[in-house]
């Protein structure tokens, strides 16, 4: 079921956004990022119907604690049995998973607990499946063409956010939860013979034997090890930590709570998302044109510290018009340093450590930022809207200065 590419010695290479093998890679993970918005949809709808406003929270916050404790666990997993193999297996899981509630919800009214363990199941199987779609896109392209797939990759994510919210509402309004629960299911489906057709690289013999090695905690302790003796990547984690804990507050929480101080309504609100979305795309679709971008550890560092001024400046803009052009910077300066910094990683990580690596990124930006998210809500409850986004633009923007002050992470380059 695995093929070796053909290496840039048997043929010349061929861009990433004209290579069909790609191309697959990007319809499968479209497609199944596009089910999970429309699960998500599906989970919050259906939690509201079946419980009080509190305990539809705590369904939807459910997952986290899975992901959070199991997520370096999945790096090793992905290091061991090979990402495709891996995201497969997830996909599976999951869409069995919401069909089975489907079903359920289809024949009756079974409360919350099935949703509980919905969250839950979906939770843990994001902790495997996180890492080793950070790892696929080096195993199916070659090293020049990274930065170039991270832009794709973009796209894909920022496609499925704008189709998979109008997609599940549209099941809901049809059919209820468990349309869309269904519909979710299908989407997710779609990915699995797109991923089956996928050619995936060979690890070298070397590599093979080191991701295969000794226990699993042994196994962990060499991936976190690697991080902590690599002179790029052990700042580069820090930085994107730095960087998610200042961001993922404001642009979630931070921006509902000043919408509705400031009057602009959900309305105004969706219109400053759509400012984010829009500057992330372009973020991407720059990416994905040019391909590579020359001095990627410091165009890093300054896009994540000019990020950070924007984060501090949506606090005090006078009108939502002005909140919509700041976020849209936002949004472009986030997905450029994203970009730099996922394609740094992929690059700069030895191939049989890379799911273990890429785990410990996702950790922080997917397990624990978003956990923080309650206690930025009340310290804006405590000191108000201003002074917590700027505590918030300087925890991000210490990211992009330890990017440039770490001689070896500034002068990182992408491979040509």
Not at 1 to 30: C, E, K, S
Not at 50 to 70: D, E, H, I, N, Y
Request: with cysteine; glycine share 14%.
């Amino acid at each position: 079921m695995t093929a070796t590419l053909t290496t840039p010695a048997q043929a010349a290479p061929r861009p990433a956004h004209r290579d069909g093998n790609i191309l697959r890679w990007l319809a499968a993970y479209t497609s199944s990022m596009i089910g999970d918005s429309v699960y998500y949809i599906a989970l919050s709808w259906a939690a509201v119907q079946a419980g009080s406003p509190s305990q539809a929270g705590v369904v939807m916050a459910v997952s986290a604690v899975p992901r959070a404790l199991l997520m370096l666990g999945g790096g090793v997993l992905a290091d061991r049995l090979g990402p495709r193999r891996v995201v497969i297996g997830s996909d599976v899981v999951r869409c069995a998973a919401v069909l089975a509630v489907a079903g359920l919800l289809f024949l009756t009214s079974p409360g919350l607990w099935p949703l509980a363990a919905l969250a839950l199941v979906f939770g843990a199987v994001d902790a495997v499946f996180m890492p080793a779609v950070g790892v696929l896109p080096a195993r199916v392209t070659t090293r020049d063409q990274l930065a170039r797939v991270q832009g794709m990759r973009g796209l894909a994510i920022r496609f499925a956010g704008v189709v998979g919210g109008p997609l599940g509402g549209l099941g809901v309004a049809v059919g209820g939860a468990a349309a869309a629960f269904g519909l979710a299911g299908l989407l997710i489906a779609v990915s699995v013979p797109l991923l089956l057709a996928v050619r995936v690289r060979e690890l070298p013999a070397d590599d093979r034997k080191a991701a295969e090695g000794g226990t699993a905690w042994r196994d962990l302790a060499a991936g976190l090890g690697c991080i902590r003796r690599h002179r790029v990547l052990a700042p580069l984690m820090l930085a994107i930590a730095l960087g998610d804990l200042g961001f993922v507050g404001p642009l979630n929480v931070g921006l509902a709570l000043l919408a509705d101080e400031r009057g602009w309504g959900a309305s105004g609100m969706g219109l400053v998302l759509s400012g984010f979305g829009i500057g992330a795309g372009a973020a991407s679709l720059l990416l994905t044109v040019r391909g590579r971008l020359p001095r990627a550890g410091r165009v890093a560092g300054w896009a994540i510290i000019a990020g950070s001024v924007a984060i501090g400046a949506l606090a005090y803009v006078p009108s939502v018009i002005t909140a919509v052009g700041v976020a849209l910077l936002v949004g472009l300066l986030a997905g450029l340093s994203g970009a730099m910094c996922g394609a740094l990683i992929q690059t700069q990580a030895d191939p049989a450590y890379l799911g273990r690596v890429t785990s410990v990124s996702g950790l922080v930006s997917l397990g624990l930022a978003p956990l923080s998210m309650p206690l930025f809500a009340a310290a804006i409850g405590g000191w108000g809207t201003g002074p917590v986004f700027v505590v918030s633009a300087v925890v991000c923007g210490l990211g992009g200065v330890i990017a440039l002050c770490v001689r070896d992470l500034r002068r990182a380059e992408l491979p040509r």
